[in-house]
Every structure is written in C-alpha cells, then in structure tokens.
C-alpha cells in the first residue's frame, strides 16, 4: 500500500514538472491516463521486465509517445498504437483498461504468453483497426462486445485456444478486410452473417472443429483471394456460389466431409493458384471448364473418389509445382501439359488406374525432386533422358506395367534416396553405376524378370536401410561386399530367385539387419557361424536351398519356425527342427551307459551314496548362501505376492532369473544407471527379458507405500510407445524389476555412434521424436491416473528394431494424485530436468514437457543440445545469431523439401517445450497432436536454411499468416 502511494506521488510530481519545464505542455496532459493505465496493466504481468526499462517518465519528455512499443498521434495528444509482439510477457488482458485508450487503432500482442479470457472491455475501442492476438493461450469464447468494432480492417486470432462458436455479431464488422482465427477449438456452424462481410479479403478458419454446410452466403464475398475452411468437419456439398468467386487466389477445403461433384463453375476461378481439396468424399468427373484455371501451381486433389481424366491443360500456365491427385479412380493417359512441366516439384499421381506409355508422358524437370506413380496401368520403359532429372530424390513407379531395362545413367541422378519400380516387367540387369548413388537409403525393384548377377558396387551404398531384390531371375553367388552394408537395417530380400554357391561369411556384420530372406534359391553348404552376430535379426527364411548342417546361435535362427527352413537338405538345431547329431565320441558313452546299467545292484548302491553326499553337500551350499550378505532365502518368497510375472509362477521365474544371469554376473549388464544395473536375461520358455536390479543400499527406495500401488498401475499401462513391465519381486536383500526385452537399446548409446547414427534418417528421427510424444501424452493425459515419469532422456529412451521409440524406466515415475502436493525429491538426468527443480522439488507434468523438448532436440542435432539450451537463454546479451541448418546432425544427408518442413516442425515444438516458465510450456497432448497431424504443421513456409537462434526465440513469425506458395 504505501510502496503505490509513493509511486502515484512520484507520478504526480513528475506531471508537475513536465507541465512547469516542456513547452509543450499541453500535449502531454492529456496521456496522464494513458500512461497511467499502461503502468497499471504492466504491473499485474508476470514476465514485464522488458518494459521496465522503457516504459517510464524519465524516459522522454513527452511520455508515453517514446516508450517501447508505443505510438502517439502526430500531435502528440492521444495514444494510437500498442505494439508489443514476441516480448515474451504473460499475463492477461484482466487489467488492461481499454476505456483508457479511446484513439487506440493498431493493439499488436502477437507471440506473447497470454491467457485468459478476452475481456468484453474490448468493445470499448472503437477507433480499433488492427487487431493481432495471435499466438498465445486465450481460451474462452469470442466476446459479443467486439461487434462495436466497427472500424476494424483486420483480425488475426490464429493459433490459440479459443472455443464456443463465431458470433453472428461478426456479420456487423463491415470494414474487415482480414479475419483470421485458425488453429483454435471453435466449435458450431460458420454463420451465415460471414457473408456480409463485403469487402474481407482473407478468411481463414482452417484447423478448428466447425461442423454443419459451408453457408451461400460466402458467395456474396466478391473481394475474397483467400479462403480457408480446412481440417474441420464441415458436412455438405460445396456451395456452387463459392466458384463464383472470381478473385480467389488461394481456396483451401481440405480434411472435411463435403460430398458432391466439381461443378463447372469452377472455371470462373482464373486467377486460382493454390487449391486444395483433398481428404474429402468428392466424387464424379473433373469438368472441362478446369483448364480456364491456368494459373495453377498447386492442385492438391488427394484421398476422394473422383473418376475420369486428370485436366488436359493441368500446367498450360507454366507455374505448377506440386499436383497431388492420388487415391481416386482417375483413368487415361497422363495430361501432355506435364510433359513440359519444368516448374513441376512432386507430382504423386500413385492409386488409380492411369494409362499410357510413361516414355511418352514424362519430360525433363529440372526440379523435380518427387515422382510417385505407383499402383496404375502405366506401360513402356524408363527413360534414359530421365537422368537430366537432377534434383529427382524419389522415385515410385512400382505396380504397373513397365517394360524394358533400368537405364546405366541412372548413375547420374545424385540425390536418389528411394527407388522403387517393385512389380513390373523390367528386364535386363541392374546397372554397376548404381554404386555411385550415395545417397540411397532404399532400393525395391523386386517381382520383375532382371537377370545377370547381383552387382558387388552396391556394397558401397553405405546408407542403404533396404534392399529388396525378391522375385527376378537373378543368378550366380551373393556378392560379399554385401557385408559392407553396414546401415542396413529394415530389410535384405534376395528370396525367389536362381542365386547360387554359399551364404558369403560377411553377411554377418549386417548387426543392424532386423529381416532375413534368402529362400527359393540354389544356395549351398552349411549357414556361416557368423550370421550369429546379426543381434538385430527378427525374422529369417532360409527355405527351399540346399543348405545343410546346424543353426547359427541367434535367437532369429534358434526360435524361427520350421517353414522357414523346409525345403532344404539336412538342417538342424533350433527348437523347430530335429536336433543335430552328436559327434562319434559319443557312441563309447552310450556303451558305458549301457553297462552301468547291467550292474543293477551296484548301480544302486552307488545312486543311494551318490544322493546322501549330494544332500550333505546342498545342506551345506544353502547355510553358506544363506550367510552370504547377497543371498535371497527362496521360501521367502513362497506363498507371498511378492514376486509376480506375468503368466510364469513367480518363485520358478526367480530362480530363473538368477541361474540365467549366474547370479547376476557382470557378463549379463547391458546398461548401468544411478540406481541399479540392466541384466539381458534369456528365460527357460526362450523369452528374452531385462532385469533391473536395484543397488543394495538403494532398495530403500522401494520400501515407500505406494511402490506397489505405482507397480500395479505400471503394469496396467498398454501403449505402444512405452516398455512393457512384465513384473517385480521387492526384497530387503534384492529387488528388480522385469521389462520387455527392447533390442536395438538405448537412443542415447546409438547417437553416439557414428555409423549407427547414420542409419538414423530424419524421417526416422521425427517418428522417435512423434512416439516419446505420444508416449507422454498417453501418460499425462489418458491413463486413469497420470503418470509424471520425471526422467526423460536419451538414454531410457529405447528403440526396436524397425527404430519405434519406446519410453523406459520408471524407476522414478510418480502418479500424479490430485489430492496431494505432489512435492518429491530431487530426481532426473542432469541436463534434461526442468530449470525449476533447483527452486521447487513440486512435481507437475511440465517436468516431463521441458525433458522432452531437451531430447528432440538432441534428435534432431545428434548429440545433447547444452550450449544451444544456453545461447537460447542469453541470446539477447549476445549478438552470435546460429542458423538451426547448421546445428543439426551433419552425419546424415540434410533434409530434403518435405523432411525440412518437419523438421522445422519439431524444432519449433522442441523450443517451445524447453520455455523456462513451466505454465508457458505446451501441454504433451498438443505437441503430439502437432506432430501427428501433417495440416498443423504445413505453415512452416520459412526456408529451414534460414531460421536462427532468434527466429527460435520467436517462433510465432513462422506461425503468422501470408497467401501459401
């Protein structure tokens, strides 16, 4: 009280002096309550620390006209303009006074941290004409109030939380030119008032949950170039007003449920460059009147039952860049305006039943980076011209009818990463030049009829994560520089074809290979010993050869159904096929068996002394275990719930557990960590389990009471993402747990590896980082109780073969009861907690956000993210500016155009997540949902090349909204 006093007295003096010593002082007097009610506002925000230094009266002679963010009239009499965007404030518009500001024209608060409500205190600005509230967290719905706005030219609302419907009061804002609130939660019909708006230019409402018909009344919109409705679930056909709207530059309907025709109206959208209205139930032809729309560069037409020819004059314009059409039932040939397409980028035309010679319907395209026919009734050979094709990186011609050789200048495409021309009619043999194609992570060229030998130059694809070469008529040995593929890892395939000699012993190096198929071949001898060390393996098919002799030692091999060796001469060992016979030594120990038998009486005897040393012997064995400091009584265990697997009787499991790790031997650690160590433990019924054991001095640990509690509610946990825990056995002297065996191993462990970091491509790195998303937001979100894990990193991060992530170890994991505090312990991995835990010891999911954010961006840079965590935090004291380009992993080829994009996407999350305030950080179930949805994340349109450290600061510019291209 006294400290306001004091400064509404300093106030007062400071206007007296201003008024006394400024010429002007009758231009200053009249922003007393301005200024007044700025201060006031700024004072209930909880990060303004920005303003502190500016907005003060000693700052300039006539405040506040010069304080940061602020504009005056030209006179100087009335405050116009409050511009504060990206200034990390948080807060609320609670204490903002807007009877204060009656000149106020332009309110920018665009990439702030604002919550709450938007007050109906916001009709009081009547002079308002710019309003930006976009990026940030309001929530609540849209104030009827702002009805009284009548000179506001634009809105943007963008990417909030907004609910409820949109006012029919909206029809009374007659001077809007832009309204924009997409990426919220608003929810009802479009109202049938939008189309009052006479003059509006932009509309985007895309990303929201509006349901109902798109409203007529939007055709009376003739000033409208962009619109869009998409990822809604707007029901009906679409309004023939709407092709109408012959100013349309951008039209955007796609992800809805609108049924109907394309009527030929459309041609009246000449000046159309983007158009999307894929993922709906549209159906029938397109009309001819499309090829009036010759501006086109994007048609994206995807996921419908749209039939007929694709438009003749698709590129006539020359400015098309991406056409989008598959999954439909379009027919014929491919439009001959393609052919010449040199602006053409992607073109996915895959899923329908096209036809024509694709030498004849393809050109040259400089640009073109992404080629995807897949699944029609295309004809005729691959075009040696395509080699003129530079930028081509993937290339899907698979299921259709082409003919003809691989062309040799295949070799100079550089940037290939995938080729697929799987099920065809290819002949001939696969070029040697297809070596020099570094960049390839995968090959399927297989059912086809190519012959001649598998070329040794693909040895040297060291990238490759597949190879599928099944169903051709290849013959001679299997090269053994296929040994030196040391990234592949999803699938080797030679299956169904004539190859001959043996398994070469390099194949065994393939540690990473999770399939095997060598079958219906003319392979000979025995299986090499080494294939043993392919640890990775999963499945394997070695049937229909003539290969002989026993099994290598892999569990692949040992636990693979008969099937998958049927066919072949003499192989044995395993738990499917007959066991291998012993060596010849053999036979005098059946002999001496036989003998010792005939001696019946003293067989006896010696059985009878045999048992009652034996007895004294375990007597004796057990009272010295028992004295040992180690050593676990087993009737402690009997007829207690104390240990428990699941369908395994849990004193047998124990004791297996124990012989199979030779009582927890170091030979068995697979992974050490603070509070215990990781056994492999392979169990009597083949399965293939982890173990953690907890330190001795750390069992305490478990003897809390809600252990078992979080115990029973861990083993109810079902997702896909997160280590399944089969169960527990809590001791004084030995307590574990027993995981889900996961192969490949910690993410942190394959990061630090150079060469299996490789085999680490972005796609799967977004889909490490979309699966610990998920993984969170099940936990957080949608388990009965959530669960706060409090150690996320790298290193209990775990991967399965095909690079699924799987969250482990919770070995720290609280149940968050909202009953309860929730107060705990310090716990995590330096490095990956939340700043807050060196303050507070509170527990909240934010904990698990900020851990997340710290690995995804580990992902993404190959290693643990500490001097850009940093450089983020300081960044305004430095003037060192980083491109992110730079920072990422440079092991691996960059991204490409549509990997950038999410890459880019996870970045930004990633940043967002690692906020230092926790109430600023995003919920795990929207990171996920972002990143499981392709259309929250396509307004990316900055180049990845050039976002910096500060861009990373303010993320919202790459969120803000311009026309699409």
Known sequence: ???????????????????????????????????????????SLQAAHVLNSSWSFLNSSYAPCHWDGIACSGDNTSLVKISLQNQDLRGTLDHFDFAAFPSLAYLDLRGNNFYGSIPDGIGNLSKLSFLDLSVNQFSGSLPESMANLKNLVSIDMSFNSLTGPLPTSIGQLSSLVNLLIRDNHLTGTIPQTVGELTI????????????????????NLSNLHSLFLGFNFLTGTIPPELWKLNKLIQLDLQSNVLPGSIPPSIGNLSGLYYLNLSNNSLFGTLPPQMNNVTGLGWLLLSVNNLSGSLPSEVCKGGKLVKFSAYNNHFTGSIPESLRNCTSLHKLTLSRNQLSGNISEAFGSYPILSRICMSNNQLMGELSPNWSRCRNLQYMDFSNNHVTGKIPSSISQMPKLVEIHISTNYITGEIPRGIGEL?????????????????????????????????????????????????????????????????????????????????SHNKLIGTIPSSLAGMVSLTSVDLSFNSLTGPLPKNPAFQNASAQSFT???????????????????????????????????????????????????VCQKVTQRRQDKGSINFETYHGNDLFSVWNYDGRLAYEDIVNATKNFSDEYIVGTGAHGSVYKVELPTSQIVAVKKFNQMDNDVLTDSGFRNEIKTLTEVRHRNIVKLYGSCKHPQCSFLVYEYVERGCLAKILSNNEEAKRLDWEKRVNIVNGVANALSYM?????????????????ILLHPDFDACVSDFGTARLLNPDSSNWTGLAGTQGYMAPELAYTMRVTEKCDVYSFGVVALEILMGRHPGE??????????????????????????????????????????????????????????????????????????????????????????????????
């Open 780 to 796: 957080h979100h949608d388990h009965s109780i959530p669960i706060i894990h409090r150690d996320i990193s790298s290193k209990n």
């Open 200 to 219: 509006l230019n932009f509309l985007d409402l895309d990303t929201n949950s509006l349901t109902g018909s798109i409203p007529t009344q939007i055709g």
């Open 868 to 965: 850009l965590l940093s450089s983020l935090v300081i960044l305004t004291k430095q003037k060192l500016d980083v491109k992110l380009w730079d920072v990422l992993d440079q092991r691996i080829p960059a991204p490409g155009d549509q990997e950038a994009e999410m890459v880019a996407a996870v970045a930004k999350l990633a940043v967002m997540c690692i906020d230092m305030k926790p109430e600023s950080r995003p919920t795990m179930r929207s990171v996920s949902l972002h990143l499981s949805s392709p259309g929250r994340t396509h307004h990316l349109f900055k180049a990845l090349k050039t976002i910096t450290q500060t861009d990373m600061k303010n993320w919202s510019a790459y969120w803000h909204h311009q026309p699409r291209k």
């Open 1 to 43: 009280m006294a400290s306001t006093m004091r400064r509404e007295l300093l106030l007062q003096l400071l206007f007296f002096l201003l008024s006394i010593c400024s010429p002007r002082k009758t231009a200053a007097q009249p922003l007393k309550a301005e200024a007044e009610a700025l201060l006031k506002w700024r004072d």
């Open 438 to 518: 570094s960049f390839l992570l995968k090959i399927d060229m297989s059912n086809n009829h190519i012959s001649g030998g598998i070329p040794s130059e693909i040895g040297m694809l060291k990238n490759l994560l597949q190879l599928d070469l099944s169903s051709n008529n290849l013959s001679g040995p299997i090269p053994e520089e296929l040994g030196n593929l040391a990234g592949l890892s999803m699938l080797l395939d030679l299956s169904r074809n004539m190859l001959t000699g043996s398994i070469p012993d390099q194949l065994g190096k393939l540690n990473h290979l999770a399939k095997l198929n060598l």
């Open 567 to 617: 066919g072949n001469l003499d192989l044995c060992g395993g738990v499917n096929l007959q066991p291998c016979k012993p060596p010849e030594g053999a036979k005098s120990q059946k002999k001496s068996r036989t003998l010792a038998a005939i001696i019946t009486p003293v067989s006896a005897v010696l059985v009878l002394l045999f048992l009652v040393i034996g007895s004294f012997t």
